[in-house]
């Protein structure tokens, strides 16, 4: 099955990508998450200023066929969250790169450079 795994973008493990602007990095779920997840119902996202670690959970994504934990992919402070995608959760299923969930502000770029590429992500996606 092929899923769409945008260039620009970098992935987690965990079906979350992460694009850079500055210093700040926007997370969502990718198209592999969204239609293993199936139709998603709700979303629980953290409060803006929140404090997150690399790979710490961050909220829940809810669908008819389970519930699933959100990972941040890298250390930063929460400074802005979707709370469209509270009241329109569906969001996620027909855009999922155009459907940010968090942006966070992380302290070192670097860090970002050690999420997997995209071709890394569809092996990773290819192996499950």
């Not at 027909?94 to 071709?119: A, C, H």
Request: aromatic letters at 8%; hydrophobic letters at 35%.
């Amino acid at each position: 099955m092929s899923h769409n795994i945008p260039k620009e973008l970098k992935y987690t493990t965990d079906h979350e990508w992460a694009q850079l602007e500055g210093d700040i990095v926007s997370v969502g779920i990718t198209d592999f998450a969204q239609s293993a997840l199936g139709d998603i119902v709700f979303v629980e996202l953290p409060e803006v200023g929140d404090e997150l670690s690399k790979e710490d959970s961050f909220g829940v994504v809810e669908s008819i066929k389970s519930v699933s934990d959100l990972y941040a992919p890298l250390n930063g402070e929460v400074v802005e969250v979707n709370t469209e995608l509270v009241d329109s959760p569906e969001s996620c299923n027909e855009s999922p790169y155009g459907s940010w969930m968090i942006k966070l502000k992380v302290s070192s770029s670097d860090e970002f450079n050690s999420l997997m590429s995209p071709e890394a992500y569809q092996e990773h996606c290819e192996s499950l």
